[in-house]
């Protein structure tokens, strides 16, 4: 088994920046994907932005420029640096992480963009 535990949500101003970070420990053999996921009520889970063990990233297009998903050397912890905040990216915002196959979900964070 593997646990994610993340941090760093809060309230934040439009326009504005905030770090979330995500620590895996457990029973890791090979994290090859890790990311950020994000869900608001009654819809669908989304991708935010996701980093494969190549240190290759992805991101959703209405992030693209504003959000990045750095990683630290053991590939155990990411970050969501989000800049440029949007009322409508308030959200609670879900780590993940593909470890050996299987994968994992943190119990998440809520991100509250408002003035």
């Known amino acids: 088994q593997v646990q994610l535990v993340e941090s760093g949500g809060g309230l934040v101003q439009p326009g504005g920046s905030l770090r979330l970070s995500c620590a895996a420990s457990?029973?890791?053999?090979?994290?090859?994907?890790m990311g950020w996921f994000r869900q608001v009520p009654g819809k669908q889970r989304e991708l935010v932005a996701i980093i494969i063990g190549s240190g290759v990233t992805n991101y959703a297009d209405s992030v693209k420029g504003r959000f990045t998903i750095p990683r630290d050397s053991p590939k155990t912890t990411v970050w969501l640096q989000m800049n440029g905040l949007k009322p409508g990216e308030t959200a609670v915002y879900y780590c993940?992480?593909?470890?050996?196959?299987?994968?994992?979900w943190g119990r998440g964070t809520q991100v509250t963009v408002s003035s």
């Open positions: 457990g029973s890791i053999f090979n994290i090859n994907v």
């Open positions: 993940h992480c593909i470890n050996a196959g299987d994968s994992y």
